[in-house]
């Protein structure tokens, strides 16, 4: 039987929260940032805050907030191909859960969009709102050990960053990623080294929403 699920009901299937542990502990053992459930969370929460902010319907709002809690459980198969693995994994869940076919497609699409590495777009909103939360998690939270600052580049950006918010102003339609940095831990040309490509996808998907993409960081407008 077909029925709406929401995000609290996926939230609390063992399943899910199984999955997403396993993928973090896959992500660990090669060395990855925090891919787990602090990651999801925050991602979740952010794609449903974007959309909300920019007045969509409660429904895509929550859809985009299921796409965004369940983007990374493909890592727990392999990092590569991850969103794709992801989405089917998705849709067997969702399926499970009694979710229609037309919910679990837009769910699929934007698991199966969130990352550029492996060829992702922004399709749709739900996919858009995705793939700006995910690039916006960037906190020294997410960084497993210190031990590592010396010579691994993505966890020394990371640990860079005290503090990261999301700001959406709906009059302007303008996305904003306002960082904090430590540049006695890691230079801002550091982070466009690694995340310009997720920067530009940022753009990407915030045109799909009609809106521009600004980047931020120490109170600095960078894009």
Do not use: W
């Not at 319907?57 to 969103?83: F, K, M, Q, V, W």
């Amino acid at each position: 039987m077909e029925k709406k699920v929401s995000i609290e009901a996926v939230k609390n299937n063992p399943n899910v929260r199984l999955l997403i542990k396993n993928a973090d502990r896959c992500m660990e053992a090669i060395g990855y940032t925090e891919h787990g459930l602090r990651h999801t969370d925050i991602v979740s929460r952010n794609a449903y805050k974007i959309l909300r902010e920019l007045s969509y319907d409660d429904r895509t709002c929550e859809l985009a907030a299921i796409a965004s809690y369940l983007h990374d459980i493909g890592n727990g198969i392999n990092r590569l191909s991850h969103p794709q693995t992801g989405a089917l994994l998705a849709r067997d869940i969702l399926k499970e859960m009694g979710m229609n076919c037309d919910e679990i497609i837009v769910v699929m699409s934007a698991i199966g969009n969130h990352d550029e590495t492996y060829g992702g777009q922004p399709i749709d909103v739900v996919s858009a709102a995705t793939i700006i939360a995910d690039k916006s998690d960037v906190h020294r939270s997410r960084v497993r050990s210190t031990e590592q600052l010396l010579f691994d580049i993505h966890d020394r950006v990371n640990y860079a960053a005290t503090s990261s918010s999301l700001n959406i102003n709906k009059d302007k339609k303008i996305i904003t990623l306002a960082l904090k940095i430590d540049t006695e831990i890691s230079q801002i040309m550091e982070y466009f080294e690694i995340f310009l490509s997720r920067m530009i996808i940022c753009k990407k998907a915030a045109n799909t929403l009609n809106c521009k993409f600004k980047l931020e960081i120490n109170e600095h407008s960078l894009l």
